[in-house]
């Protein structure tokens, strides 16, 4: 299968899905979640590729939604009726559960800009290794939208439910180093040492029995599973409409103008 938006690549029983719009910064339109969706539904049954590596081509990982062409305007006067308008809403949170869904375990590689949805995306990967110098930011609040796609409680998983009070409400700038410390991601290393480092554990982890690697993903996903009784993340298509009211020029997440 081919993509516009992202390229596959494999390496023995490593896949590397790159995010491939170094132009844009990698930024989110709706194409780019339906392929990153689409590419992980695949994986889920590529039976011998254990490790799937998620990145981005040119300077940054990806830095939230293409405001140029976003995943959907979520204006009173969008085409389609209600119900398409609310899977349009949801896009973001299909994408980020067909990453959970993989049954490879899948490390996110993390540079440059980390805004908004490009957050959300290295949130639904297992591990995550990011270079020292990465900008992480989560914006929408400042931009008027909450933040969506099932990413809030996830993130509190993460970090703890009082830093990421912090995180979403200051919509502060911080480091790789920092997202370390908070929990966000597993390691921060320096730039020229991010590729050997994330080819280490993924050659690792690809070097591993099969079966034992793929139960304890079971188990921590059924972990997961059990922090999130009385979900209310279906009613975040409802919650964009709901900010579009008040701003109805809001997109569905802020990011690279």
């Keep these: 299968m081919t993509y516009e938006t992202l390229t596959l ?15 844009r910064r990698n930024a989110l339109n709706a194409l780019a979640l339906e392929e990153v969706a689409a590419v ?20 940054s990982f990806c830095a939230g939604a293409d405001r140029k062409d976003p995943p959907v305007r979520l204006t009173r006067s969008a085409a389609g009726g209600a119900r398409e308008r609310r899977y349009a809403a949801l896009m973001g949170r299909r994408a980020l559960e067909a990453i959970e869904r993989c049954d490879a375990i899948t490390i996110a590689r993390l540079h ?4 908004g949805g490009g957050v959300v995306l290295a949130l639904a990967c297992d591990l995550r290794v990011a270079a020292a110098d990465t900008v992480f930011q989560i ?24 830093r990421a009070k912090e995180l979403i409400l200051l919509c502060d700038r911080f480091d790789g180093a920092a997202a370390a410390g908070y929990g966000l991601v597993n390691r921060a290393v320096a730039t020229d040492q991010l590729d050997p480092a994330v080819d280490d554990w993924a050659r690792r982890l690809a070097a591993k ?48 103008k």
């Design 9 to 23: 690549d494999r390496d023995g029983p490593i896949a590397r899905v790159w995010l491939n719009r170094p132009e």
């Design 40 to 59: 992980f539904d695949d994986l889920q049954a590529a039976f011998e590729t254990p490790v799937v590596v998620l990145g981005g081509r040119g300077a």
């Design 112 to 115: 440059g800009h980390v805004i």
């Design 139 to 162: 914006p929408e609040v400042d931009l008027g939208v909450p933040l969506t796609w099932g990413a809030a409680p996830r993130l509190a998983r993460e970090v703890g439910m009082a």
């Design 209 to 256: 029995p099969p079966a034992a690697v793929h139960m304890t993903k079971s188990q921590f996903k059924a972990y997961a599973q059990t922090t999130r009784l009385g979900d209310l993340t279906e009613l975040d298509g409802d919650l964009l409409t709901a900010a579009s009211r008040e701003d109805p020029t809001a997109f569905l997440m802020p990011g690279v």
